[in-house]
């Protein structure tokens, strides 16, 4: 039985796409983990400036958090292709050729992630129209949202 999350497919070597409340699970999940590792990064930032206020440095420092969370989750996906709350919901972003992203390529993905997702989520529902179920920084950025398979352990 299929629905609007996700398409079944009947050959295995073909990744199948991640269904939308995985990729939100996900995304809820890492949103504690971003926000900690924002609060990190703030501290850092606040021993640098000894202590006193951000404020007079407002742009710099939104660029600053914006830019370390850019490289934190690339990280992540360059690394493996999952950051831990996708590696708790089994699904994981490959390139194109079903390959761990490499660096320029997970940077841009992020970049385009954010007008995609902060302009009502309309660019992460994509995947409810899109015909490989791609949100639309996915399709733009060439990787796709999977579902991982299971390793066999011997």
Known sequence: MS???????NN?????SAPLFRRLAAMVYDSFIVFSFL???TSIALLANKGGSL?????????????????FLSWFWHRGGQ????????????DANGEPLRWP?????????IPSITLGGLGLFWCLIDK???????RLAGTKMVKTVPQNNP
């Open 3 to 9: 629905n609007i999350f996700s398409r079944k497919t």
């Open 12 to 16: 295995n070597d073909v990744p199948q």
């Open 39 to 41: 609060l990190l990064v």
């Open 55 to 71: 404020l007079p440095y407002k742009p710099y420092f939104l660029t600053y958090l914006i830019l370390s969370t850019g490289l």
């Open 83 to 94: 950051t831990l709350g996708m590696l708790a919901w089994k699904i994981k972003v490959i």
């Open 105 to 113: 390529k997970a940077l841009w993905r992020y970049f385009i992630a």
């Open 132 to 138: 490989d179920r791609q949100s639309l920084h996915d």
